[in-house]
């Protein structure tokens, strides 16, 4: 059987695949300016983007490398939200990339709920199907060792792929660049919906969650 540390030699993404899903992320409006960040294993380095860039701007030379210790090895500095991203990365061996992400109608769907366990209602298959229930965190400092350890905390489970920061935006997380991605955009969507809706939509029926829930994990 392969150890924790073979499984994660198994994912090694590229420089070139990071930018893209980069770019991808901030085309699609899930970060603006210099806000935003991801992370993603790379044999046994880990790829992050360097802190103060957009990223619309990221380019395979300005990729910040480092260590599973945290050493930077090239590139820029990495971003203030480094130590959260490699928290999260030793503590589930089974994902391999982390996105960090500010989309307006997530960080506004935010400011409409409590912290607790279960925020977003039920507004869309795909939601249901991914991430729900969805947990938020009050909103703690960005940065700040104290966030980077709530929002590990808040992943620790194997079954856990996405947390809400009040204010602050969104974490998700997944096994490739593409499961991130879908986790993130199915939130963003019900987001949407519930923001343009006013919080007025009909949730799914709680009979029909669980069916739902079940096609993830037959």
Do not use: W
Request: net charge negative.
């Amino acid at each position: 059987m392969a150890s924790k540390d073979d499984q994660r030699d198994d994912f090694s993404a590229s420089k070139e695949e990071f930018c893209r899903f980069c770019h991808l992320l901030y085309e699609r409006h899930l970060a603006a300016g210099v806000g935003g960040n991801i992370a993603a294993r790379s044999g046994n380095r880990v790829l992050l983007t360097p802190t103060n860039y957009s990223l619309r701007d990221l380019h395979p030379d300005t990729v910040s490398v480092v260590n599973e210790k945290g050493l930077l090895m090239e590139g820029d500095k990495p971003t203030k939200e480094a130590n959260m991203h490699l928290r999260i990365l030793r503590e589930r061996p089974d994902i391999n990339v982390v996105f960090h992400l500010h989309g307006p109608h997530i960080i506004a769907a935010s400011t409409m709920f409590e912290p607790g366990p279960s925020t977003l209602p039920a507004l869309t298959p795909g939601f249901v199907y991914y991430a729900y229930p969805l947990s938020m965190l009050p909103f703690m400092v960005p940065g700040t060792g104290d966030l980077a350890k709530a929002v590990t905390q808040e992943l620790s489970g194997k079954g856990a792929y996405a947390v809400l920061l009040k204010n602050h935006g969104l974490i998700t997380v997944g096994k490739s660049f593409e499961e991130a991605l879908n986790i993130a955009e199915e939130i963003d969507e019900a987001a949407r919906v519930y923001v343009l809706t006013g919080g007025k939509a009909p949730p799914i029926p709680a009979e029909n969650i669980g069916q739902i829930k079940s096609l993830r994990n037959p």
